[in-house]
């Protein structure tokens, strides 16, 4: 199975939360994720062009790439109460699987750990936290969400340095 590294992060985030993870968490994990590569590295694990909406970052690729995952049978929705969860499918393959890098892995192991979980309180923490990086504040001070501004990831990158006086 050959699959991109957006399929692969996505599958990582619903397997380690074992498919209790709502869309827009695995959006902000998704974003999160391409943030923190960029942050050290300067460079995204994803090819997404993120862009400032209404309810966060977001690029439609990611429903397309939900979509193909489903019908795939890799991924399956059901619901809990008021949210729709994405859980692994029949087909969905074991983390081993997708051959992530150790420091990847532990990349979106520290996202994950500190970001998942269905209480309100925890996802209103993930969207106060998102809306605080340097990308969305600079989107906001700019633009409203209806013009879906291109978020630019590298000023998080350009924050670190500054802060480490490089």
């Not at 590295?41 to 979509?67: A, F, K, M, S």
């Not at 990308?135 to 001070?141: C, T």
Request: charged share 25%; with cysteine.
């Amino acid at each position: 199975m050959n699959l991109s590294m957006l399929e692969k992060v996505m599958i990582y985030f619903v397997c380690k939360t074992k498919g209790y993870i709502t869309k827009p968490q695995l959006v902000k994990f998704l974003y999160l994720a391409d943030l923190a590569a960029v942050k050290w590295t300067e460079q995204q694990l994803t090819d997404l062009d993120w862009r400032y909406c209404q309810y966060g970052p977001w690029n439609e690729d990611i429903d397309r790439t939900l979509v193909e995952l489903r019908y795939g049978d890799i991924f399956k929705l059901s619901e809990q109460g008021n949210a729709i969860l994405i859980q692994p499918g029949e087909n969905c393959p074991e983390i081993k699987a997708l051959r992530l890098s150790k420091g990847l892995e532990l990349m979106l192991r520290n996202i994950q750990k500190e970001w998942a979980g269905l209480n309100a309180d925890k996802f209103s923490g993930l969207l106060e936290y998102v809306y605080q990086t340097e990308p969305m504040v600079e989107a906001k001070a700019k633009h409203t969400p209806e013009e879906k501004a291109p978020l630019n990831l590298y000023l998080e990158h350009e924050k670190v340095l500054a802060e480490l006086g490089v």
